[in-house]
């Protein structure tokens, strides 16, 4: 057991690698890939029932402790990430399935992979953790509305049929997480333990089913999907750390929000995308997973060094 923990880590630890390299694989030999389509709903169910299990009280009395921040955090997430996704799409008069993906990735909320991010920027964790749970469990009726209201001009989009797979795809599974850590209290720690890997390996096939499902599309556009997804995951971190520190929130929370807002549950985009459009909607969430991995660990090193030559300043 204390090996499959140790892998655990190793592979949480350098989640961008895999989620590239299978990404990579996926879009090269398509046919190892494409079984794990069907796959693709119940692995994002797996990775919020994690979710489930790792929630404690404690991330809730923040919200209650700390409601401005988290508050600001929520409206950053739901307000900057849909706006400027509509705005590329008008910017790059990006093709119908192709801009409803580009909204459905703004629209969702926090990824869990902004905790990780955040911890090792040293930012807040608590309140990364915070924001995190809050939009999630808001998503049943945030991300529906957000989608209705603005990706219609492109497609037709049906707010019920998003509302009821949310809440199959993340509302329920959180809450059979949550059932069974109140049962089993101490004894799920070790489960809790091997997240991580679980949590990767449910991203990774996300990621390769959809690249693989949409390889001709991706190798036609795919230039242009990148760097829309580089623009918005790039515009999301710069304006989450400006509204924090329009805000007046000191350089953790600062960098909280940076991440929080730029990072997104692009597995819940890809997932949505395939149940209610195209495999070639859910390729701006894949590509975003792909991305805001890698640039999540750079903006993490960045924000560690701002805080070590801060302390060196007071020194």
């Known amino acids: 057991m204390h090996a499959l923990i140790a892998l655990s880590r190793f592979v949480g630890n350098t989640f961008a690698v895999w989620v590239l390299l299978f990404a990579i694989l996926a879009f090269f030999q398509p046919t190892w890939f494409l079984p794990l389509t069907s796959w693709i709903v119940p692995l994002l169910g797996l990775i919020m029932f994690g979710m489930g299990l790792t929630l404690k009280a404690a991330d809730f009395r923040e919200v209650a402790r700390r409601p401005l921040a988290v508050l600001v955090g929520v409206l950053a997430q739901f307000i900057i990430m849909p706006g400027t996704a509509w705005l590329l799409c008008q910017l790059f008069a990006l093709p119908p399935e192709i801009a409803v993906g580009v909204i459905l990735v703004g629209c969702c909320p926090g990824g869990t992979a902004s905790n990780v991010i955040t911890w090792f920027a040293r930012g807040d964790l608590a309140l990364s953790v915070s924001i995190t749970s809050v939009t999630t469990l808001l998503a049943p009726i945030v991300t529906p509305t957000l989608i209705w209201l603005l990706a219609s001009e492109w497609l037709p989009v049906s707010f019920s049929a998003m509302f009821i797979s949310i809440l199959k795809m993340v509302l329920l599974p959180i809450i059979l997480g949550l059932i069974v850590q109140r049962l089993l209290g101490e004894r ?29 599309r991706i ?6 999907i ?15 750390y400006l509204a924090a ?6 350089l953790a929370q600062r960098k909280t929000m940076s991440i929080e807002v730029g990072m997104q549950n692009s597995g819940l985009g890809a997932a949505l995308a395939s149940a209610h459009f195209s495999p070639l ?3 701006p969430s894949a590509l975003f997973s792909v991305w805001h991995n890698l640039s999540g660990a750079l903006i993490a090193t960045v924000f560690r060094r701002m805080g070590q030559d801060a302390e060196k300043s007071a020194n």
């Open 226 to 240: 990148m760097l829309v997804v580089v623009l918005h995951n790039s515009i999301g971190l710069t304006l989450g």
């Open 281 to 283: 909607a859910a390729v």
């Open 219 to 224: 190798a036609e556009s795919g230039l242009l």
């Open 188 to 216: 799920v720690k070790t489960a809790v333990d091997v997240l991580p890997l679980i949590s990767v390996l449910s991203i990774v096939a996300i990621v390769a089913a959809v690249v693989a499902a949409s390889q001709a």
């Open 245 to 250: 520190r329009l805000c007046g929130m000191p």
